[in-house]
């Protein structure tokens, strides 16, 4: 609704003007009611175990106490061991890097086919990597984890990385290859005219252009590995926990009484990475999420 | 420069035929139009000589070589898009350059190559800018560079002009004429303006459904259009088509045709006057005779009755109702109706034109051309 | 003078193929192949590991005569429901407040999607504070002076399932907003100054020339949302563990449970055909309906 607006009229009466403080108040409390569960986690996290058993959820803590922080990271215990989700972190990064980059290169090369060297079949493979797309992964959970058996990669960082790539490349291609469609076909022609062949059109022309989708996925990618659950309890071993299954390890072990602050420490610094990211970057964060919804 | 060969080319997409068998041979110099309306198949045979797209039956010979196989880069063809696909990443120079690091021109030539063509197309103090930073004309300039830098055997231009305003489009057009005649260069020019085509074209070929329909000298085009098809798509407006009889009259042929209808107010009978128009190429109606024909008169051949032509052996004058006059500077373009057609004449901007009344037009048929009704094919 | 052409084999025009091939493989193989495997293994009697003897449907039998695997699917009404429903009403809402030249859209508009940044896992953790009975929201409103309130949501195994919804909603329903802000911004101003100039206020204006314009944005939610909800597992993990009991289970928290805990792999198989049929269920007229868009357009 570029430039028109429904509600601004040249003339302020009195009703408008209270509509207007009205409008304002809703989107705020809305607001606030977003920010509210994260800013409980970050008062949680700060106090101590006695100042959560007898203050309330939006006391603030008397003094800051990093100590929970300190123990979420290095020492709380996730399952078995106790030292903290910092070894998982790790781990997450170790797959996620990998695995990004791995998807969003061949994303971008199979979105520069599927765009400008179509060829007979490659719509209808198209159409079936987009159903892929949608696919519940519960059907290909258990196959998947007897192949990583038979790979001789099950329970390690690469299994997790090869299944990220394989159920990843469906998005990226998706996202690279609406980026693409919008290319003009001429500019490959042109190319294909003046002598330049696959590759060098690939890396002279295209790349170049694709800066914006290359955000778009990465960030994408970033955050749907990052945050993966699934997978990470599916098919990791106990050394190569993603932090999310390792978070969710610490939350439910229950050695003596519960430490809701270290919990929550924990939780933020699983959070943090993906927050990062989409507060640097939220523009092409909401891009990535609208152009595989609507898009798709 | 180069020879081209287009050798019964026809092209298929599952069962749709594109095109079906283009013969076109093209000498090395000339300067080759090919319009048509808009999926006559024009893009895809330009694509085809291209090696954009494979052929699935035919051969496509440049400079007596056998091309139909080679890929695009190895044709030595550049083209000028009408999007220009400029590359967007890339200054003006590299854009021009491109070509010639493909084919691993040594740098100090590439640049020299690119400074020449600079000169050339006016465009040296743009090589430094970004495509986004030119205007269309600019654009359009660049991407003709782009295509001169190579020194190419054979340019295509996929309708560079269409993309720019009216005032630019004959700007650039005379300047693509003037290059040509300078260059002495092989093109082959897709357009569907037709004013374009009768300007800058060597010859014409007008295609429709996957078929050349004619293919001729622009003049040829015009005064001889080998079916109402190319008549009516070559020249604007176009060319009259108005039902006539063929008939005999001593021991000539003649064509008769209605071109007034006058109500009288105090009777309410209308009041029908024939007009008899002789014809040049007369022999050619002799099959015809009593049966119907269409008669193609350029706008330009119904006029104001003029003194100096009054009397010539083509020249006829009769009565027409005025139903549309418009005035266009130069001429005004004054609609009338003959049988069920509209019919345009061109007459001088001061000849008086009543909406609603008659006025006497004056019919030069020396040029004039006649259709078999049927097959749509001119008599001759 | 006809010559058939013979196709040319060179690398240069197998090039595109050759670099497509891994995915193509890797997609026939690892979704539709492994698809087709899960379903072969759903019609054994496989327990801890795979085995082929056949046994017809009768997986399929047991799944539906497996109360736990009922709650699962109730649940999975019940809160896909309210979830979509939610989401959509707050998101469509939302967007249209968004829309009217708010100061700072920007800023309200991070601050509404952040959620989404983050993982169900601990979206799940921070919500399992938030509504923890004995410290949480509960006693926060007793000392605020509401003596009676009592929230036990997450303990009640009849509530438990709205307290799924709460935490899903407070994820995604910025998400929905910003994807039908993004069909709001896509309307044609022409359109809405023609309605106006016809004499349409705000309110019709919305209803009757904006609303529906955003059929298309509208259809995509609904598919995205019902597929997270089908697909939930994490947060069931993290929030409730599908507890008390199995009162809080989805299909998903079911079928990776019977497969990889319980051993149960041919039943575990038949619930993910099951949860497979959903989704098909939902997406095929959607790409049907998208696909005849196309071709009319």
Same mark, same amino acid.
């Given at each position: 609704m570029t430039n028109v607006s429904l509600s601004t009229r040249p003339q302020k009466s009195m009703v408008a003007t209270s509509l207007r403080i009205a409008l304002y108040t809703v989107l705020l409390s809305v607001a606030a009611l977003y920010l509210l569960p994260f800013a409980i986690m970050l008062i949680t996290s700060l106090k101590d175990v006695e100042e959560i058993r007898t203050g309330t959820l939006l006391s603030l803590p008397s003094t800051l106490d990093f100590s929970a922080w300190g123990k979420a990271w290095s020492s709380a215990c996730t399952g078995s061991t106790c030292d903290g989700i910092a070894p998982f972190f790790t781990n997450s990064f170790q797959i996620v890097v990998p695995a990004v980059i791995i998807s969003t290169v061949l994303g971008a090369l199979n979105g520069y086919v599927l765009s400008m060297w179509k060829f007979r079949g490659s719509e209808i493979f198209f159409a079936a990597l987009l159903i892929g797309c949608f696919i519940p992964f519960q059907v290909i959970l258990l196959p998947m984890a007897r192949?990583?058996?038979?790979?001789?990669?099950?329970?390690?960082? /690469?299994?997790? %990385? #090869?299944?990220?790539?394989?159920?990843?490349?469906? +998005?990226?291609?998706? #996202?690279?290859?609406?980026?693409?469609?919008?290319?003009?076909?001429?500019l490959v022609k042109a190319a294909r005219l003046d002598g330049a062949g696959f590759f060098t059109i690939f890396r002279r022309i295209i790349l170049p252009l694709s800066t914006p989708i290359i955000v778009v996925t990465i960030i994408w990618q970033f955050t749907q590995i990052w945050n993966d659950f699934l997978f990470g309890v599916a098919f990791s071993g106990f050394d190569t926990q993603p932090v999310t299954v390792a978070l969710n390890n610490l939350v439910n072990t229950s050695f003596g009484g519960k430490e809701y602050n270290v919990d929550m420490a924990a939780a933020i610094m699983a959070a943090l990475p993906t927050l990062i990211v989409y507060v640097l970057a939220g523009k092409y964060f909401v891009r990535g999420l609208t152009a595989g919804a609507v898009k798709g | 420069m180069a020879s081209l060969v287009i050798d019964n !080319?026809?092209?298929?997409y599952g069962n749709t035929s594109v095109l079906k068998g283009i013969d076109i041979a093209i000498e090395a110099g000339e300067f080759l139009i090919l319009v048509g309306p808009s999926g006559c198949g024009k893009s895809t045979l330009m694509n085809a000589i291209a090696g954009l797209e494979d052929v699935t039956e035919g051969r496509i010979l440049i400079d007596d070589q056998d091309v139909t196989f080679s890929s695009p880069k190895d044709r030595d063809i550049a083209m000028v898009f009408q999007s220009y696909a400029l590359y967007p990443n890339m200054t003006v120079a590299e854009n021009i350059a491109f070509g010639l690091e493909m084919r691993k021109v040594p740098k100090t030539e590439r640049e020299q190559e690119v400074q020449r063509v600079a000169e050339l197309l006016q465009i040296s103090h743009l090589l430094n800018r970004k495509p986004s930073q030119l205007s269309g004309g600019q654009r359009q300039r660049v991407a003709m560079g782009r295509a001169l830098a190579r020194r190419p055997q054979l340019y295509l231009f996929d =309708?560079?002009? /269409?993309?720019?305003?009216?005032?630019?489009? !004959? =700007?650039?057009? $005379?300047?693509i004429k003037k290059l040509h005649q300078k260059l002495k260069t092989t093109i082959v020019y897709v357009t569907h303006d037709q004013i374009e085509a009768m300007t800058l074209a060597d010859r014409i070929a007008v295609m429709k459904d996957g078929e050349v329909q004619q293919l001729g000298t622009p003049q040829e085009i015009y005064d001889n259009p080998a079916n109402l098809f190319v008549a009516g798509f070559m020249g604007s407006p176009a060319m009259n088509f108005i039902p006539a009889k063929v008939i005999e009259s001593g021991n000539t042929i003649m064509l008769e045709l209605t071109t007034n209808t006058i109500e009288t107010p105090t009777t309410i009978n209308t009041i029908e006057t024939p007009t008899r128009l002789p014809f040049p190429n007369a022999e050619s109606l002799q099959s015809h005779i009593g049966k119907e024909v269409l008669l193609g008169l350029r706008p330009e051949m119904i006029t104001e009755p003029q003194p100096h032509k009054a009397g010539l052996e083509f020249t006829v004058n009769s009565h027409v109702n005025v139903d549309v006059v418009e005035p266009m500077g130069a001429d005004?373009?004054?609609? $009338?109706?003959?049988?069920?057609? =509209?019919?345009?004449?061109?007459?001088?901007?001061?000849?008086?034109?009543?909406?609603?009344?008659?006025?006497?037009?004056? #019919?030069?048929?020396?040029?004039?051309?006649?259709?078999?009704i049927e097959s749509g094919q001119r008599l001759d | 003078?006809?010559?058939?052409?013979?196709?040319?084999?060179?690398?240069?025009?197998?090039?595109?193929?050759? !670099?497509?091939?891994? $995915? %193509?493989?890797? $997609?026939? !193989?690892?979704?539709?192949?492994?698809?087709?495997?899960?379903?072969?293994?759903?019609?054994?009697? /496989?327990?801890?590991?795979?085995?082929?003897?056949?046994?017809?449907?009768?997986?399929? =039998?047991?799944? #539906?005569?497996?109360?736990?695997?009922l709650v699962a699917l109730a649940n999975l009404?019940? +809160?896909?429901?309210l979830f979509i429903g939610i989401c959509l009403c707050l998101g469509v809402i939302l967007a249209i407040f968004l829309d009217q030249k708010i100061r700072n859209e920007g800023a309200i508009r991070t601050i509404y999607l952040y959620p989404m940044a983050i993982s169900f896992i601990v979206t799940g953790t921070a919500w399992k504070w938030l509504l923890n009975p004995t410290n949480g929201l509960e006693k926060m409103m007793i000392d605020l002076g509401f003596e009676q309130f009592t929230f036990d949501w997450l303990v009640n195994p009849d509530k438990v399932v709205y307290c799924l919804v709460i935490a899903a909603v407070w994820q995604a329903s910025g998400f929905i907003m910003a994807l039908f802000l993004a069909g709001l911004r896509g309307v044609d101003g022409d359109l809405i100054k023609a309605a106006q100039l016809d004499g349409a206020g705000t309110f019709t204006t919305y209803r009757r020339i904006v609303l529906p314009s955003l059929k298309p944005v509208f259809f995509s939610a609904l598919v995205i949302l019902a597929h997270i909800a089908i697909k939930s597992f994490d947060l069931v993990a993290a929030l409730t563990n599908g507890g008390p009991g199995y009162s809080s289970d989805l299909p998903a928290n079911f079928m990776y449970a019977h497969t990889f805990t319980r051993s149960q792999i041919g039943l575990g198989s038949a619930s993910a055909i099951v949860m497979l049929g959903c989704v098909l269920a939902i997406l095929i007229p959607y790409l049907y309906s998208e696909l005849r868009g196309q071709r009319h357009d």
């Open positions: 192949t990583l058996g038979w790979l001789g990669i099950a329970n390690t960082t /690469s299994g997790l %990385v #090869f299944v990220h790539v394989v159920y990843g490349i469906a +998005f990226t291609t998706l #996202f690279f290859r609406n980026f693409y469609q919008a290319i003009p076909s001429e | !080319v026809k092209k298929r =309708e560079p002009l /269409s993309n720019l305003d009216a005032k630019l489009r !004959v =700007e650039m057009r $005379t300047e005004t373009m004054m609609i $009338t109706r003959i049988g069920n057609n =509209e019919v345009n004449c061109r007459c001088h901007p001061s000849y008086n034109m009543v909406v609603g009344a008659t006025c006497e037009v004056m #019919f030069d048929t020396s040029k004039a051309v006649a259709f078999d | 003078m006809i010559t058939k052409n013979a196709p040319r084999f060179t690398l240069a025009d197998w090039l595109p193929k050759l !670099v497509m091939a891994p $995915t %193509v493989v890797v $997609t026939l !193989v690892c979704m539709y192949g492994y698809m087709i495997w899960t379903g072969v293994l759903s019609l054994t009697n /496989s327990r801890m590991l795979p085995s082929y003897d056949f046994v017809g449907l009768s997986q399929y =039998e047991r799944l #539906f005569n497996n109360d736990r695997w009404g019940l +809160f896909g429901g």
